[in-house]
Antibody, heavy 118, light 110 residues
Framework: EVQLVESGGGLVKPGGSLRLSCAAS????????MNWVRQAPGKGLEWVSS????????YYADSVKGRFTISRDNAKNSLYLQMNSLRAEDTAVYYC???????????WGQGTLVTVSS | QTVVTQEPSFSVSPGGTVTLTCGLS?????????PSWYQQTPGQAPRTLIY???TRSSGVPDRFSGSILGNKAALTITGAQADDESDYYC??????????FGGGTKLTVL
C-alpha cells in the first residue's frame, strides 16, 4: 500500500524557516517524481514544487521561488521542503504527492499544517 | 499568468447527472494538458478520480467519467449520490514540471 506521511509542520514567525519531510513507503520511491501541493485555510489547492526521480529536474511556483527548496533522499525514501523567509500567506496545509502516469498526482499524503504568524 | 477556471458551485439532485468543467483563461484545454480531477471533503486529503483526461484512478466508480467537451475538460458524475457532495478540483499540466489547479467546484447534492 502506498503511504506518504508528512511531518515538520508547526507555528513559525514571519521571516522564519521550517523544513517539511515526507516519508514514502509501499512503492519504489526512487522511480517517481514528487510534488508538494499546499492549501491555505478555506482555499483551493496550489502546486508548490516538483522534483524528478533523480533530482535532475526541479521546479517551483513563482510564489515560492527563491524561498523554498525541494529535495529528496532516495536512500531514505524521503522528500523534503525547506521553507525560508516565510510569510503569512504561506500558511497552509502542505501535501506531499506522488506523480504517477499521465503527469498527474495519483497518491496524496494526509498533509501537515504550517502556520506563519507572530 | 495562466488561470484555470472552474464553476465555483454546482447543485445536483440525487440520482441526477452533473458535468463540471475546467477551462483556461486563454485558450483551449486539450489532452496535451493531461487534465486530472480530484475530490476533497472537508478536513481530508484530496482523492484522485481521473487522470490523463479520462482514465479513472483505481477504485473510482464508473459513474465518474472524464472527457474534453468543446474547449474544456469535463468531469461527469452520473447517478449522483449523497456522498458525492464534495469539492472537486481539476489540474492542468503546463509542461516543464509545472501544474496549475483550478479554483475548485463545491458540489451540493440535494
Amino acid at each position: 500500500e502506498v503511504q506518504l506521511v508528512e511531518s515538520g509542520g508547526g507555528l513559525v514567525k514571519p521571516g522564519g524557516s521550517l523544513r517539511l519531510s515526507c516519508a514514502a513507503s509501499g512503492f519504489t520511491f526512487s522511480s517517481y517524481s514528487m510534488n508538494w501541493v499546499r492549501q491555505a485555510p478555506g482555499k483551493g489547492l496550489e502546486w508548490v514544487s516538483s522534483i524528478s526521480s533523480s533530482s535532475s529536474y526541479i521546479y517551483y511556483a513563482d510564489s515560492v521561488k527563491g524561498r523554498f527548496t525541494i529535495s529528496r533522499d532516495n536512500a531514505k525514501n524521503s522528500l523534503y521542503l525547506q521553507m525560508n523567509s516565510l510569510r503569512a500567506e504561506d500558511t497552509a496545509v502542505y501535501y506531499c504527492a506522488r506523480i504517477g502516469v499521465g503527469n498527474t498526482v495519483d497518491y496524496w499524503g494526509q498533509g501537515t499544517l504550517v502556520t506563519v504568524s507572530s | 499568468q495562466t488561470v484555470v477556471t472552474q464553476e465555483p458551485s454546482f447543485s445536483v439532485s440525487p440520482g441526477g447527472t452533473v458535468t463540471l468543467t475546467c477551462g483556461l483563461s486563454s485558450g483551449s484545454v486539450s489532452t496535451s494538458y493531461y487534465p486530472s480531477w480530484y475530490q476533497q471533503t472537508p478536513g481530508q486529503a484530496p482523492r484522485t478520480l481521473i487522470y490523463s483526461t479520462n482514465t479513472r484512478s483505481s477504485g473510482v466508480p464508473d459513474r465518474f467519467s472524464g472527457s474534453i467537451l468543446g474547449n474544456k475538460a469535463a468531469l461527469t458524475i452520473t447517478g449522483a449520490q449523497a456522498d458525492d457532495e464534495s469539492d472537486y478540483y481539476c489540474v492542468l499540466y503546463m509542461g516543464s514540471g509545472h501544474w496549475v489547479f483550478g479554483g475548485g467546484t463545491k458540489l451540493t447534492v440535494l
